[in-house]
């Protein structure tokens, strides 16, 4: 019986980052510079210079970091791989106005505080990005960027919650396939609509905040 399980729709962003990924680890260089670092005892500077040197993200849930400690590599069958594209979805004002325990806290003055208050998303967008790469980017994530849009309110710097209780939903069931969390979600909230996709995103941005403190 042939699997029902369709493959992540990638951007072009996404299928640029894994090739590179690709080349880099197929580099004698790269993994022998690689493996001289990790056979140190004190290796954390020496990683994150490495990882800089090679354009390479080191945090949780990056394709790096969990070659470090799962080793494995991503690729086209990855489930909505968030830290593969050249183009992000990034909350600055949840990030900045409401830091993870242990980073620091900002105080943004007045100016700063009216743009955050207007433009709460932000795109990033990777100097290796073309025009083609970020209207691609767009197309394929708009849903998620309204729904990230749709946490604030007009001219409100605190966040609304109005998604608090489907998102402990789907922190519960963490564990099942996102294609069956999105089953199960539509099911119980019936103004949602979500896709494997929004479930991994969702999965992504939850994770970040509950595990900071292991990056």
């Known amino acids: 019986m042939k699997s029902t399980t369709k493959k992540p ?34 290796k954390s500077k020496l990683l994150f210079s490495f990882a800089q040197k090679y354009g390479l993200e080191l945090e949780f849930g990056s394709p790096f ?13 990855t489930p909505d791989p968030y830290f593969l594209d050249i183009c992000k979805i990034i909350d600055e004002a949840e990030e900045l106005l409401n830091p993870e325990d242990g980073h620091p806290i900002y105080k943004p ?15 990033a967008i990777s100097p290796r990005a073309t025009k083609r790469d970020v209207l691609d980017f767009i197309n394929k994530k708009w849903d998620y960027i309204r729904y990230s849009l749709d946490m604030y309110g007009e001219i409100e710097i605190i966040r609304r919650k109005p998604k608090a209780k489907r998102d402990r939903f789907i922190w ?8 069956e969390i999105a089953e ?8 949602e609509n979500l896709t494997y996709a929004d479930v991994n995103s969702i999965l992504y941005h939850l994770r970040k905040r509950k595990f900071s403190k292991l990056v």
């Open 65 to 77: 970091l969990d070659y470090l400690t799962e080793n494995k590599l991503p690729n086209e069958n």
């Open 172 to 179: 519960k069931h963490r564990n099942l396939p996102a294609k």
């Open 109 to 123: 003055l007045p100016d700063k505080k009216l743009q955050l208050e207007l433009y709460p998303i932000h795109i």
């Open 9 to 42: 729709i990638l951007t072009q962003g996404q299928r640029k980052t894994i090739q590179k990924l690709r080349e880099l680890f197929e580099n004698e260089v790269f993994i022998k510079e690689l493996t001289s670092i990790l056979s140190k005892p004190k």
């Open 184 to 191: 199960k979600v539509n099911k119980k909230f019936k103004n």
